[in-house]
């Protein structure tokens, strides 16, 4: 079974900075799926970004990148020019290349609070 | 707005009791999943359902059960609810059309037992 660890349970940075949550993995396989995930205080899971296994390109999304490490099983999240808005549960999560039978896999989450 | 719509969006109930959670997923979407977040599991796969058959399980309690009907809707039914059962529950949907499709979730239903 696959497990995903966030190893910072909170953050805290000032609005305008960048910040760069963690996210490791362990799988045997070697095609999959990672995800991030924002949970806001109104509870909703919206996705933010998502990469490839295969692709060695890392993903963007606007100010959302990641750092994609495949031999070190790494897969962390930066927020350029953070905004208030921001401020949200992130979630790692993990998904099999067969499809997404049994869904996916969470990491516990971290807080990242972005002071005004 | 994900397009997955979740009801009710509370519920609070007594232990031994049995609630019904209700999910409508997104348009062309043939894939539910449901999850349970509480502050100390996190975020648990539940089950999945594709099609209307059971596809996949993860840590469901025997108390728990679910199905998808053929309109593909899916209810998820808690019965001798117990207090740890207090939590939010996630409906997600996606097509699977094409591997890695992400999913997309309703706003929960937060249940209390009390």
């Known amino acids: 079974a696959q497990t995903v660890t966030q190893s910072q349970p909170e953050m805290s940075v000032q609005e305008a900075e960048t910040v760069t949550l963690s996210c490791t993995y362990d799988?045997?396989?070697?095609?999959?799926?990672l995800f991030w995930y924002k949970q806001p205080p109104s509870r909703q899971m919206i996705l933010v970004i998502r990469q490839e296994a295969y692709k060695q390109q890392n993903a963007t999304e606007n100010r959302f990148s990641v750092n994609f490490q495949k031999a070190a099983k790494s897969f962390s999240l930066k927020i350029s020019d953070s905004q208030l808005g921001d401020t949200a549960m992130y979630f790692c999560a993990f998904m099999n290349w067969g499809g997404g039978a049994d869904g996916l896999t969470f990491g516990k989450g971290t807080h990242l609070i972005i002071q005004p | 707005d994900s397009g997955v719509t979740q009801t009710p969006k509370h519920l609070i109930t007594a232990t031994g009791q049995r609630v019904t959670l209700r999910c409508s997923p997104r348009s062309g979407d043939l894939s539910v999943y449901w999850y349970q977040q509480s502050l100390d599991q996190g975020l648990q796969f539940l089950i999945q359902?594709?099609?209307?058959?059971?596809?996949a399980k993860g840590n469901i309690l025997e108390r728990f059960s679910a199905q998808q009907f053929p309109d593909l809707h899916s209810e998820l039914n808690l019965s001798s609810l117990e207090l740890g059962d207090s939590a939010l529950y996630f409906c997600?949907?996606?097509?699977?059309?094409?591997?890695?499709?992400?999913?997309?979730f309703g706003n929960g239903t937060r249940l209390t037992v009390t």
């Open positions: 359902y594709y099609n209307g058959e059971e596809r």
């Open positions: 799988t045997s396989e070697s095609n999959y799926y």
């Open positions: 997600a949907s996606s097509p699977q059309k094409l591997a890695g499709s992400p999913l997309h």
